[in-house]
C-alpha cells in the first residue's frame, strides 16, 4: 500500500483534491469527481469503478477496513483540519475517495428514461436520481443548462443512484425525445388526459423542467401532455416529488417490480 503524507495546503496534490471537490471545471477538465463518505465509496465499487485514490484524515481508526479491502489504491492521508477543507459536512467518516466520471454511451434498448432540463439546484438533481434510480430508470439525460450532475453536492442528494444509472449530460433533449422508441411524457396544468390513465407498461420516458420556467416550447413539442390529479388546492408540485409519482407509477403497473437496469 503506498501512502502519501501531506500537512500543507500549499502541497500540489492537495490542491489538486481541493479543485475537485470546489470547482466544476477542475471536475470537467480532470474527468473526476471526490467521493465524500464510505456510502458513496461503497456503492462505487460495487457498481465497479475502482478509485483513484482513497483520502484519509490522519488518526482516524474507522478507515482501515477500506484500506485493507482496497489495498492496490494508493492512499493520501491529511491532517485533519486540511481533511475537512475538503468535505463540507460537519461530521465527516474520514475517508474521501477520488474516482473518473463515468462516461457511458447512449444504449438504444433503454427502455425508461428520464429527461431533464435545466435543473439548477445540485441538491434537487441529487434527489432526483436517487428517485430515478429506485424507480427502476436505466439513462438520464441532462440538458446542457442543468447544474453538473457530478458535484460532490448532487452525489450527496443522490446517495449511490449515480452508479445504477446511466447518466449524459450536455444532451440534446429534443433529439433525445425524438429518436425514443416509446412515449415521452410532460407533466402539465389542465390537462384533460391524466397520469393514471396512461400506459406506461411498454417503453416510457419522463421530462421534467426548471420549476420556474418548465420545459422549453421545443422539448414540449416532441411530448405527451398529462396531468397529475391533486385533491388539494395547489398549482403545482415540486419537480422532485412530481418525478416520484409519476416515476413509481410506472413501477405500480409493471407489478411493483422495477426492470434491471
Not at 431533464?116 to 446542457?144: C, H, K, Y
Amino acid at each position: 500500500m503506498s501512502v502519501k503524507y501531506i500537512a500543507s495546503r500549499e502541497n500540489v496534490l492537495f490542491r489538486g483534491l481541493l479543485a475537485l471537490a470546489e470547482s466544476r471545471q477542475a471536475r470537467r477538465e480532470k474527468g473526476q469527481t471526490l467521493l465524500d463518505g464510505e456510502h458513496l465509496l461503497e456503492e462505487a465499487t460495487r457498481a465497479g469503478i475502482a478509485p483513484n485514490y482513497l483520502i484519509v484524515c490522519e488518526g482516524m481508526s474507522e478507515v482501515e477496513a477500506w484500506l485493507t479491502r482496497l489495498p492496490q489504491v494508493p492512499v493520501v492521508s491529511l491532517t485533519p483540519p486540511l481533511f475537512k477543507k475538503l468535505t463540507p459536512v460537519s461530521t465527516p467518516t474520514g475517508i474521501l475517495s477520488v474516482i473518473d466520471i463515468p462516461r457511458p454511451e447512449p444504449a438504444p434498448g433503454d427502455r425508461f428514461v428520464m429527461l431533464l432540463e435545466e435543473i439548477q439546484d445540485p441538491g434537487n438533481l441529487g434527489s432526483l436520481l436517487r428517485t430515478a434510480a429506485a424507480a427502476g430508470v436505466e439513462a438520464v439525460f441532462l440538458s446542457r443548462g442543468c447544474t453538473e450532475a457530478w458535484s460532490p453536492k448532487a452525489l450527496r442528494g443522490s446517495q449511490g443512484g449515480h452508479f445504477r444509472l446511466h447518466i449524459h449530460e450536455g444532451a440534446d433533449l429534443t433529439e433525445v425525445a425524438r429518436a425514443f422508441p416509446g412515449a415521452v411524457y410532460a407533466a402539465a396544468l389542465r390537462c384533460g388526459c391524466d397520469l393514471y390513465s396512461l400506459d406506461l407498461t411498454g417503453p416510457s420516458a419522463f421530462a421534467f423542467g426548471n420549476e420556474g420556467a418548465g420545459l422549453s416550447d421545443a422539448l414540449l413539442r416532441e411530448t405527451t401532455a398529462f396531468s397529475i390529479p391533486m385533491a388539494g388546492e395547489v398549482e403545482s408540485l415540486n419537480v422532485a416529488a412530481a418525478a416520484a409519482i409519476c416515476l413509481f407509477e410506472r413501477v405500480r403497473q409493471l407489478g411493483a417490480t422495477p426492470e434491471p437496469a
